[in-house]
């Protein structure tokens, strides 16, 4: 597979691009939920392409760089807290040697996923998601198949890495509303049984259960901040550790 390579084996293209993002970044170019690229701001990849439309595609052309590569960062830049997602961008280029090829990056990017379903799986109450962890497992195991140089059939490969996909992100979800719940829930039903009684009480009720969902909301969001830097911190610590062959 090593056909590609990163900035084309070219450091003067490395720098290029990191000039480019460090550019966007002290304009202020760099924005979450904006969409690619629109009047001279967009995302982290818009950003490096400069352009709209099928700006991941042009990842492997112009920067030597895989396609997946480019949704991965994407993923992670809309993921991280705002202040976080201004130095991802070149944190990412600046992690990647000019000359290391596709299967080395593709090495790195299974490596990731097992890493990441892993650590889904401790999340996840299998007793209320059957079947969850069954797919999982073999997700992890047609990875570990690729890793070890046996790629698995295209078909059955999507279609299992989709349904652990789909699974997982299920069950997190549903953990996580349900742990929101009940966090509002219960913050809500002390205050309203302590204002029991009073003309207040209402009131009270109805401030304590919109505190709770706020305080619900905030930590549901920091939480999503961490995911994303455990994300990021794995990814950059290995694209690092890689010597172009």
């Given at each position: 597979m090593n056909s590609l390579k990163?900035?084309?084996?070219?450091?003067?293209?490395?720098?290029?691009?990191?000039?480019?993002?460090?550019?966007?970044?002290?304009?202020?170019?760099?924005?979450?939920?904006?969409?690619?690229?629109?009047?001279?701001?967009?995302?982290?990849?818009?950003?490096?392409?400069e352009a709209d439309g099928s700006a991941h595609a042009q990842y492997p052309v112009q920067f030597g760089l895989p396609e997946w590569l480019a949704h991965l960062e994407d993923h992670i830049f809309e993921a991280l807290s705002p202040e976080d997602s201004k130095a991802w961008p070149e944190d990412l280029l600046s992690s990647i040697a000019p000359g290391v090829t596709e299967d080395q990056l593709a090495k790195v990017r299974d490596r990731f996923q097992i890493f990441w379903l892993e650590r889904q799986k401790t999340q996840i109450d299998g007793a209320k998601h059957p079947g969850?962890?069954?797919?999982?497992?073999?997700?992890?195991?047609?990875?570990?198949?690729?890793?070890?140089?046996?790629?698995?059939?295209?078909?059955?490969?999507?279609?299992?890495?989709?349904?652990?996909?789909?699974?997982?992100?299920?069950?997190?979800?549903?953990?996580?509303?349900?742990?929101?719940?009940?966090?509002?829930?219960?913050?809500?039903?002390?205050?309203?049984?302590?204002?029991?009684?009073?003309?207040?009480?209402?009131?009270?009720?109805?401030?304590?259960?919109?505190?709770?969902?706020?305080?619900?909301?905030s930590a549901a969001r920091s939480a999503k901040w961490e995911e994303a830097k455990v994300k990021r911190d794995w990814l950059l610590a290995e694209l690092k550790a890689l010597k172009p062959e």
């Open positions: 990163a900035y084309h084996g070219d450091p003067a293209i490395k720098s290029s691009c990191l000039a480019r993002m460090e550019a966007h970044r002290k304009a202020d170019h760099l924005l979450q939920g904006y969409g690619y690229w629109r009047d001279g701001k967009g995302c982290a990849v818009g950003c490096l392409v969850v962890m069954e797919v999982i497992q073999r997700v992890i195991g047609l990875l570990a198949e690729a890793l070890e140089g046996r790629e698995p059939e295209s078909a059955a490969w999507s279609a299992a890495w989709s349904a652990a996909e789909s699974a997982a992100w299920s069950a997190a979800e549903s953990a996580a509303e349900s742990a929101a719940e009940s966090a509002a829930g219960s913050a809500a039903g002390s205050a309203a049984e302590s204002a029991a009684g009073s003309a207040a009480g209402s009131a009270a009720e109805s401030a304590a259960r919109s505190a709770a969902r706020s305080a619900a909301e």
